[in-house]
Antibody
Framework: QLQLHESGPGLVKPSETLSLTCTVS??????????WGWIRQPPGKGLEWIGS???????YYDLSLKSRVIISVDTSKNQFSLQLSSVTAADAALYYC????????????????????WGSGTTVTVSS | SSELTQDPAVSVALGQTVEITCQGD??????ATWYQQRPRQAPLLVIY???NRPSGIPDRFSGASSTNTAFLTITGARAEDEADYYC????????????FGGGTKLTVL
């Protein structure tokens, strides 16, 4: 059974870089069947997609974060990572790593994604 | 618009049926995917595609869609269904791959 586990500093100073790692167990990160992504949830708020990457392809980022975010895959460690630079208080959140599907199309012609495996999340506080 | 709109809160009596809605232009081309998030837990996939349930999700959860609206129906709500429910879809604005609705807090009375 595939499991994901986030790790990284729980406290980051303003203007510094947030770095998180997601360790994948129970399956390889080297699959073209799925993407690996990051989702965050500010305290008391909803879910926000940050970005996703396949091990062999280019990453996709939310345009509002694109200038500050890098997602990468380390196949030797079966991990993928998130770096978010120049953090502010608005970046304080519960960060989840996820596995999500490629875009599928049903017989009706409508497409869909799904995120079927989630880590338990790690809280990041931004404070000096 | 690429946004997905959900009612902030919905309530249902124990054992009754409740429908949670998600509205947005992207749903004309993409099915909504639904996640359940219980307090202090990670989200859980409950419905994807054209009413598909992952293994382990009870069949009281079902999904449907119309032109630009998706529906998550819980038939015979149980106390453990009390949670936040989020819809998500492909974003058609080009700003991101995935867009989330704001979430609906379901209270089981």
């Amino acid at each position: 059974q595939l499991q994901l586990h986030e790790s990284g500093p729980g406290l980051v100073k303003p203007s510094e870089t947030l770095s998180l790692t997601c360790t994948v167990s129970g399956g390889p990160v080297t699959t073209n069947l799925f993407y690996w992504g990051w989702i965050r949830q500010p305290p008391g708020k909803g879910l926000e997609w940050i970005g996703s990457i396949s091990y062999s392809g280019s990453p996709y980022y939310d345009l509002s974060l694109k200038s500050r975010v890098i997602i990468s895959v380390d196949t030797s460690k079966n991990q993928f990572s998130l770096q978010l630079s120049s953090v502010t208080a608005a970046d304080a959140a519960l960060y989840y790593c996820v596995r999500h599907s490629d875009l599928f199309y049903s017989n009706s012609g409508r497409g869909y994604y799904y995120m079927d495996v989630w880590g338990s999340g790690t809280t990041v506080t931004v404070s000096s | 618009s690429s946004e997905l709109t959900q009612d902030p809160a919905v309530s249902v009596a124990l054992g009754q049926t409740v429908e949670i809605t998600c509205q947005g232009d992207s749903l004309r081309d993409y099915y909504a995917t639904w996640y359940q998030q219980r307090p202090r837990q990670a989200p859980l996939l409950v419905i994807y595609g054209n009413n598909n349930r992952p293994s382990g999700i009870p069949d009281r959860f079902s999904g449907a869609s119309s032109t630009n609206t998706a529906f998550l129906t819980i038939t015979g709500a149980r106390a453990e269904d009390e949670a936040d429910y989020y819809c998500t879809s492909r974003d058609t604005s080009g700003n991101r791959l995935v867009v989330f609705g704001g979430g609906t807090k379901l209270t089981v009375l």
